[in-house]
C-alpha cells in the first residue's frame, strides 16, 4: 500500500497509519448555524476605555455576565475560567465556541486599528 502524500507545509511528522486529507465543504452561514443551548453573546468594541466586552445572555434576553478585557484571549480564557469554576453550561457546542475565538479576534483587529466598522456576525 503506498503511503499517503504529505502535505507540502508537513516537514519533520510522521503520518498515521490512519492518515488522511479531509475537504470540508464551505459553511454556510444561515443553513449549517446551531444555536448553543446554553447562552448566546453580544460583542461590543469600547473604543473609548480601549477594550473589548462581551455580554452573556440567556434566552430570556438577560445580560448574566459582562466580561471585559484588552485582547480576545484575556476574554475567552476570563469566560470559559468563569464558567468552568462556577460548574455552568454557557457554551456547549464547539462551533459557539469556535465562533466566539473568530469574532473577538476580528473585534481586537478592529481595536488596534482604530476602525470602527467592526460588527458581529
Given at each position: 500500500m503506498a503511503e499517503p502524500e504529505r502535505p507540502g507545509w508537513v516537514k519533520d511528522k510522521k503520518l498515521a497509519k490512519d492518515f488522511e486529507v479531509i475537504a470540508c465543504k464551505p459553511?454556510?452561514?444561515?443553513?449549517?448555524?446551531?444555536?448553543?443551548?446554553?447562552?448566546?453573546?453580544?460583542i461590543k468594541v469600547d473604543y473609548e476605555f480601549r477594550e473589548l466586552q462581551v455580554a452573556v445572555c440567556n434566552y430570556q434576553h438577560e445580560i448574566l455576565k459582562v466580561f471585559k478585557g484588552k485582547q480576545a484571549q484575556d476574554l475567552y480564557d476570563g469566560i470559559f475560567e468563569y464558567e468552568k469554576k462556577n460548574n455552568l453550561e454557557w457554551f456547549n457546542q464547539k462551533q459557539h465556541i469556535a465562533y466566539l475565538g473568530k469574532e473577538l479576534k476580528k473585534a481586537e483587529i478592529a481595536l488596534a486599528l482604530g476602525n470602527s466598522g467592526y460588527y458581529q456576525e
Open positions: 459553511y454556510n452561514d444561515y443553513l449549517d448555524h446551531k444555536n448553543d443551548d446554553g447562552c448566546y453573546v453580544l
